[in-house]
T-cell receptor, first 111, second 113 residues
Framework: GENVEQHPSTLSVQEGDSAVIKCTYSDSASNYFPWYKQELGKRPQLIIDIRSNVGEKKDQRIAVTLNKTAKHFSLHITETQPEDSAVYFCAGIQGAQKLVFGQGTRLTINP | AAGVIQSPRHLIKEKRETATLKCYPIPRHDTVYWYQQGPGQDPQFLISFYEKMQSDKGSIPDRFSAQQFSDYHSELNMSSLELGDSALYFC????????????FGEGSRLTVL
C-alpha cells in the first residue's frame, strides 16, 4: 500500500522567511496529493492540493511542487506569518480514495 | 455551506464501556471515512464507506465496528474501551465524483478513564 514519509518533523523559521516541507510517496499510481494544516485540537484543513498531471500549483503565499519521477512533493510557504504556525500534513491517495497521511511537521514562526 | 457534522464533540468513558460516535456528511457526499488521531500523531485511517457499503478498511480494532445508513450518516461503535482508545476521532466525507477531496468534521474527542 501507499507509504508517505514527511520531513522535517519540526521546523522553526523567522517571520517573513520561507518554509519548505517535503514528502515522498511509494505508490507510483497515486495521483492526488493534498496538504492539510491542523491547529491544536482542531480538524485538518485542506490548504492546497496537486494532481499528478501538473508539476506546480500556487495559491498566494503557498505553493506545492510535484516530481512524479522521484515520487516526492513539497509545500512552500513564503513570507511566513505567526498564524502559519501549526502542524502540516501531506497525504497521498491509496486505492479508491483513502488518504494516507505523512507524519506531520510542526511549523513554528518566530516573531 | 454545510460541513461535516460529528457528535458528540467530547465523550468520557470508563474502561470496558462502549461508545458510539456519529457523523453526518456534507449533503450529496456519498463516501465517509473515519480517522483516529492520538496525541502528537498523524491521523490513522480506520474505515470508509461508499454508498452504504464498506469500501476500505485500515487499522480498525476488532472491538470497533461502523456502518453507513440509508441517509448516508455513519456511526462508529467502540466496545470494550481501552485507555489507548483515547484520541480524536475524525469523520470526513467526499463525493465519489471528485477523487481525494476530503472534508473533515470537527472531530470527537474520546477520553477513556
Amino acid at each position: 500500500g501507499e507509504n508517505v514519509e514527511q520531513h522535517p518533523s519540526t521546523l522553526s523559521v523567522q517571520e517573513g522567511d520561507s518554509a519548505v516541507i517535503k514528502c515522498t510517496y511509494s505508490d507510483s499510481a497515486s495521483n492526488y496529493f493534498p496538504w492539510y494544516k491542523q491547529e491544536l485540537g482542531k480538524r485538518p484543513q485542506l490548504i492546497i492540493d496537486i494532481r499528478s498531471n501538473v508539476g506546480e500549483k500556487k495559491d498566494q503565499r503557498i505553493a506545492v511542487t510535484l516530481n512524479k519521477t522521484a515520487k516526492h512533493f513539497s509545500l512552500h510557504i513564503t513570507e511566513t506569518q505567526p498564524e502559519d504556525s501549526a502542524v502540516y500534513f501531506c497525504a497521498g491517495i491509496q486505492g479508491a480514495q483513502k488518504l494516507v497521511f505523512g507524519q506531520g511537521t510542526r511549523l513554528t514562526i518566530n516573531p | 455551506a454545510a460541513g461535516v457534522i460529528q457528535s458528540p464533540r467530547h465523550l468520557i468513558k470508563e474502561k470496558r464501556e462502549t461508545a458510539t460516535l456519529k457523523c453526518y456528511p456534507i449533503p450529496r457526499h456519498d463516501t465517509v471515512y473515519w480517522y483516529q488521531q492520538g496525541p502528537g500523531q498523524d491521523p490513522q485511517f480506520l474505515i470508509s464507506f461508499y454508498e452504504k457499503m464498506q469500501s476500505d478498511k485500515g487499522s480498525i480494532p476488532d472491538r470497533f465496528s461502523a456502518q453507513q445508513f440509508s441517509d448516508y450518516h455513519s456511526e462508529l461503535n467502540m466496545s470494550s474501551l481501552e485507555l489507548g482508545d483515547s484520541a480524536l476521532y475524525f469523520c470526513a466525507s467526499s463525493s465519489g465524483a471528485t477523487t481525494g477531496e476530503l472534508f473533515f468534521g470537527e472531530g470527537s474527542r474520546l477520553t477513556v478513564l
